[in-house]
């Protein structure tokens, strides 16, 4: 009998010591290993993660946690090579390997950057702006995002069994969430092995991360309102687990990434001979045959003018009598079989369903050669085109073949084309290949409700562009209806759907306190000492210099207008600018003002300030005329330190009035700051 796979639970690995569950090669359906979780304590798991797991990722701020993930990603890329070689009995090619094992590690370092770009370096978020609840600024409101105190449970499919997990767990640690990543059993050996080199290579805390390897028994009771499960799999999966009674009862957050009937439109704008043509049939049978198509994103329709049906036919012939099917390490072999002989079962089986409305137009499943291998041992299949000969048929738009096939079904116009991509029923990415940019919007707008991604492909973004089935983690990754409802990736959206997000109320005190910005009618500090000339290590929030006041002369107006050549009437016409509803005479420039305003707090000499980086959200409250005198009040609003560096960020409140006391402009400052000695 072959291994068993190993579960990683409560700090130690464990193997089940019974029979378990036979894997078998894709390639020639010999056994590689077992899996069974009998006698896996799954409730010590869960408690496990919440309380030795949850605990630890809440001591490391989002800078720290995005800086374990990126020494993860760096240790997981250097030894990948083991990882390729046992992706082989997976069925995959070379190529789809590296979209799994690449595309994986790849979505690592993109949370860790976004995660060090985009969030503080701190254990809490904020959302939006403050709001105020009252009329003397005592009282207000702040939306905020802390960690749950839970375990995100993640269930993966078998067809990408290393980037599967990883684009869910990235997202939930960063979020300071804990994991325990359940994979498809048809795969689950490769992301076991994966999952060793994880905790050998001790960058994540103990606790943040666990695995399952086999059924789940009794998991689902064992969860509540602060935990979540990520499913990745079918629809009709997706509808029974979302209906589980524990799932219901103890609102568990549940989100579902289930397979859609993706589609191709070829725009009415396109013509046999231009490099649009050419670019929808090579994305069409790209997507056929990547991953042997077992790819959620694969195109199943490819949506074409009726006119264009036979020619796009015909070009997909001749790309995919060029595909060499077999071994994975066989020579010049450019697509694998499918995961086992049950899937390949059920690949024929959906097949047969389809050509109720569909004739096999390429590929015979009876007769094809297959390099390296035996095709009567190996889940092996051809790449299968129909043609569809009743687009009002449902199966074409209802049965999905997760394998190497795809449909091409004719359109009459452009409307016709939106409803037959709408009649997916919700579907996680949809393409468009088109040079016309209103036929884009037209069809964009028509099915964008049913679709959580779309593409736009021609002739100008094909060289860039990262194709139809390709989810990245800076954008969404799920789709409406069929498709599951949810989201994942997305970016820090991705981030924010492990935490919750709770309206804070209260004084600016407390807001500030909480949030860790300064909030404006919070407490100042003014020691005397220029918070130019405090490092880091001195720095608190809420220090305070106020520099002024300044007299703006018509001098001043007259000479930044000729020096910087900005002679907008309203700072030189004085007819003019009286006429204007706004100014009513000669005002001051607005950037005028700002540098005014800079020369009354910067602090010459050299010091902890080492730049200035830019400025947020400026905006000019009240018009400046000569005799005006400025005032200007500067606050350190937020601190972040960078991991990395000697030197952090400071973003800094300024408010400029004038001799009323009114703000003339407000405005953050950003700049960078030595950190100093501890």
């Not at 068993?4 to 010999?30: K, N, T």
């Not at 790849?106 to 949370?111: D, F, I, K, P, V």
């Not at 880091?536 to 207008?561: E, K, N, Q, W």
Request: proline residues 5%.
């Amino acid at each position: 009998m072959s291994r068993m796979l190993e579960s990683y639970a409560a700090g130690r690995w464990f193997a089940a010591d019974d029979g378990g569950r036979a894997v078998l090669s894709a390639v020639d359906g010999s056994e590689l290993c077992r899996v069974s979780s009998t006698g896996l304590d799954i409730p010590a798991m869960v408690t496990y993660a919440r309380e030795v797991g949850g605990p630890a990722l809440a001591r490391l701020t989002f800078h720290e946690r995005a800086a374990a993930l990126k020494t993860l990603a760096l240790t997981l890329v250097a030894g990948k090579a083991e990882f390729y070689e046992l992706s082989k009995s997976t069925g995959a090619t070379v190529r789809d390997s590296g979209v799994d094992i690449d595309g994986g590690f790849g979505t690592l370092l993109s949370y860790a950057g976004k995660a060090k770009r985009e969030l503080p370096n701190d254990v809490v978020h904020l959302d939006g702006p403050v709001e105020p609840l009252g009329r003397h600024g005592t009282f207000l409101g702040q939306h905020l995002y802390t960690s749950r105190r839970g375990v995100a449970v993640q269930i993966n499919a078998y067809n990408f069994p290393v980037w599967g997990f990883l684009e869910k767990l990235a997202p939930a640690f960063i979020a300071g969430v804990p994991s325990i990543v359940k994979p498809a059993t048809q795969t689950s050996y490769l992301t076991e092995l994966v999952f060793r080199r994880i905790i050998e290579s001790g960058a994540l805390p103990e606790g943040s991360v666990q695995l399952l390897c086999g059924p789940t028994t009794g998991l689902f009771e064992c969860l509540g309102g602060q935990d979540s499960v990520a499913f990745t799999g079918s629809a009709h999966t997706a509808a029974v687990l979302r209906t589980h009674p524990a799932i219901a009862a103890n609102s568990v957050h549940f989100t579902a990434e289930a397979d859609s009937l993706n589609c191709s439109i070829l725009g009415e704008d396109v013509t046999p001979d231009s490099e649009e043509f050419a670019l929808y049939v090579e994305q069409l049978t790209t997507e056929m045959t990547v991953k042997a198509g077992q790819k959620c994103t694969a195109i199943r329709r490819a949506i074409v003018p009726v006119a264009l049906v036979d020619a796009v036919v015909e070009a997909a012939r001749e790309r995919l009598s060029r595909v060499v099917i077999g071994a994975p390490d066989a020579d010049g072999v450019t697509m694998g079989p499918v995961v086992g002989l049950g899937q390949r079962a059920d690949v024929l089986a959906a097949v047969d369903k389809l050509r109720a409305a569909a004739d096999l137009v390429v590929g015979d499943p009876e007769a094809f050669e297959v390099v390296g291998a035996d095709a009567k041992t190996g889940a092996f299949l051809p790449p299968m085109l129909l043609r569809c000969t009743d687009p009002a048929a449902s199966a074409v738009h209802e049965i999905e073949a997760f394998g190497p096939v795809s449909t091409v079904i004719g359109y009459s116009d452009t409307a016709d084309a939106i409803a037959l991509a709408a009649r997916g029923g919700g579907s996680l990415v949809a393409s468009l290949v088109t040079k016309d940019p209103l036929l884009a919007r037209t069809v964009l707008l028509g099915i964008a409700p049913y679709h959580g991604r779309l593409l736009v492909l021609n002739s100008d973004d094909a060289r860039e562009s990262t194709g139809h089935g390709s989810p990245l983690p800076v954008l969404v990754h799920g789709g409406p209806g069929r498709a599951g409802g949810g989201e994942e990736l997305g970016g820090i959206r991705g981030v924010l759907h492990h935490m919750q997000r709770t309206a804070i109320q209260g004084t600016p005190d407390v807001l500030t306190a909480s949030g860790g910005r300064w909030v404006q009618g919070s407490r100042r500090n003014d020691d005397g000492v220029h918070p130019f000339r405090k490092d880091l290590t001195r720095l608190r929030i809420g220090d305070t210099i106020v520099g002024g006041p300044r007299t703006v002369s018509r001098g001043d107006i007259d000479h930044f207008a000729e020096f910087t050549g900005d002679t907008f009437y309203a700072h030189t016409d004085p007819e003019a600018a009286a006429a204007n509803p706004l100014f009513g005479g000669i005002v001051a420039h607005g950037y005028l003002v700002v540098s005014l305003a800079a020369g009354l707090f910067v602090d010459p000499a050299p010091g902890p300030v080492l730049a200035n980086f830019g400025v947020d959200s400026l905006r000019f409250l009240t018009p400046v005329k000569a005799g005006d005198s400025l005032t200007v009040t500067l606050t350190a609003k937020q601190i972040t330190p960078r991991s990395s560096a000697d030197y952090g960020e400071v973003r800094w409140d300024a408010v400029v009035t004038n001799q009323d006391g009114e703000p003339v402009a407000t405005y953050d400052v950003l700049t960078l700051v030595a950190k100093g000695e501890e």
